[in-house]
């Protein structure tokens, strides 16, 4: 029986998402706030969170002990005004102790969303605290794609606030097809609308032979000297 993991999804782009995955997996677990889901798909565990409380953030991580997922996926979403401890913990921090209380195996797949923004919010200064966010998330991916077993990825929407409920279905559609298909160790899925979604693998600034993952349990070597240590 395959298993899905979904954070957010709890309305606009997501809660499109959550449907079209219902239909692609057998059961799905939906950390999410919202309290109204008169219309859930019958597969679907909704399981209540509160963001804003340290309490509530600890408790759902303990209830994941040692579930086994075929895919999760982080699509919760801060906008932070500042850059802040508890906006990044929630954010970003909170997804690392997702995965290490359910344990990743050499199937399952993890993805993050991330926005288009973290390329260009050098003309964004006021967005700051949000791009920082979702940019580290992408450093979040490449170190559990090197550090554990799985597949692990990005996902950059486009601007689905400017389509329609249908292009959004659409595009969705595609989304959801790639997540139970066609996922790649450390892809970024960017989707153009009424084109064929492009798949980037980024920060390839180290040029180093790519090791296996080590099936042991135990972190790798590391393949090189530290880059970022300056005398």
């Known amino acids: 029986m395959s298993k899905v993991l979904l954070t957010g999804c709890g309305s606009k782009y997501g809660k499109v998402l959550l449907r079209q995955l219902s239909y692609r997996y057998d059961e799905i677990d939906v950390i999410s706030s919202n309290k109204d889901w008169e ?3 019958d597969n679907v565990n909704a399981i209540h969170i509160d963001w804003k409380s340290k309490t509530s953030l600890a408790r759902q991580v303990q209830l994941l002990d040692r579930q086994k997922y075929d895919l999760v996926f982080f699509n ?6 500042r850059i802040n401890a508890m906006d990044y913990y ?7 102790e ?25 003309n964004q200064p ?4 949000y791009f920082n966010n ?6 979040l991916c490449e170190f559990n794609s090197w550090l554990k077993d799985g597949t692990f990825f990005t996902i950059d929407p486009g601007e689905p606030s400017q389509w329609s409920a249908g292009e959004v279905k659409q595009e969705v559609m595609k989304l959801a097809d790639y997540m139970l298909k066609d996922v790649q160790d450390r892809d970024m899925y960017k989707t153009r609308l009424g084109s064929k979604p492009e798949m980037d693998e980024q920060l390839q600034w180290v040029n180093v032979k790519h090791n296996p993952k080590r099936r042991t349990g135990k972190p790798k070597a590391l393949p090189h000297n530290d880059p970022f240590i300056y005398d």
């Open 126 to 129: 006021e967005y700051s605290p």
């Open 39 to 41: 219309d859930k798909p």
């Open 76 to 81: 919760h979403n801060s906008k932070p005004h």
């Open 90 to 96: 929630v954010d970003v921090l909170w997804t690392q």
């Open 98 to 122: 997702v995965l290490e209380k359910i344990g990743c195996h050499e199937n399952i797949k993890v993805g993050w969303m991330i926005t288009a923004g973290v390329g260009s919010h050098m």
């Open 134 to 139: 979702k940019h580290s998330r992408i450093y």
